[in-house]
C-alpha cells in the first residue's frame, strides 16, 4: 500500500501535464505529495524520511518553478533528491555504527561488514547514476520525454538495480554459508 501511496502523486502529475502542462501539473505535484504524507501518517502513524524529503523538495522547488515561471527548478528534483541520498549512504559508512543498508536489511540478510560496506557503496553509486541521468534526460531531451522518464524511466532504472542487488545480495548469501 506504501508503494501506491508514493507513486499516486507521480501519476497525477503526469495525468496533470497531458491535460494542463508543467505548471498545472507542479500545482497538482504540490497538492498531492502532502495529501500522500497525511495518508501514510493515518495509515501506520509514521512517515517515510525518503517521501518527506521529496514532498519538502516539492513545495519548495515547485514554489520556485510557479514564481519563476520556469521547470528548470522541478527538473532538478529528482537530481537533488538522489544526490542526497546518496550523501546519507555514503555518510553513514562513517557516521552511526553500520551503513544504513545494513540498518535496512541486516533482517533479511547476514552478511559480513565489508560486504555490507559494499553494498552500501553500491546504493551511493545507483542514487549518484539515478541523479545524474535525470538532468541530463532534463537538459537534452524535450520536457514531455522528461516527464514519460520520470515515470518509467527511473521506475525502470530501479528495477533493474534492485534485481542486480538481489542477484548479488543471493550470490554474497551463498559464499558466506559456503
Known amino acids: 500500500m506504501q508503494f501506491l501511496t508514493e507513486y499516486i502523486p507521480i501519476i497525477i502529475f503526469i495525468f496533470a501535464y497531458f491535460n494542463g502542462g508543467i505548471f498545472f501539473a507542479t500545482k497538482a505535484l504540490m497538492i498531492a505529495m502532502p495529501i500522500g504524507l497525511c495518508i501514510q501518517w493515518a495509515q501506520s502513524k509514521k512517515i517515510n524520511k525518503i517521501y518527506l ?51 535496512m536489511l ?40 522528461w516527464v514519460k522518464f520520470k515515470l518509467f524511466g527511473l521506475f525502470g532504472i530501479t528495477l533493474i538495480f534492485v534485481i542486480i542487488q538481489s542477484i548479488w545480495l543471493n550470490t554474497a548469501i ?3 554459508d559456503s
Not at 552478511?111 to 537534452?140: C, H, P, T
Open 53 to 103: 524529503g521529496s514532498t519538502l523538495l516539492v513545495i519548495i522547488l515547485g514554489t520556485a518553478t510557479l514564481f519563476f515561471k520556469n521547470p528548470t527548478f522541478l527538473y532538478w528534483k529528482p537530481t537533488v533528491l538522489n544526490w542526497l541520498i546518496a550523501l546519507v549512504f555514503l555518510g553513514s559508512q562513517w557516521v552511526g555504527k553500520e551503513p544504513i543498508i545494513k540498518r
Open 174 to 176: 551463498k559464499k558466506n
Open 106 to 145: 541486516k533482517q533479511a540478510a547476514e552478511l559480513k561488514d565489508e560486504q555490507w560496506n559494499k553494498l552500501n557503496f553500491m546504493w551511493v553509486v545507483f542514487f549518484i547514476f539515478s541523479g545524474a541521468i535525470n538532468i541530463y534526460v532534463a537538459y537534452n531531451f524535450t520536457e514531455e520525454f
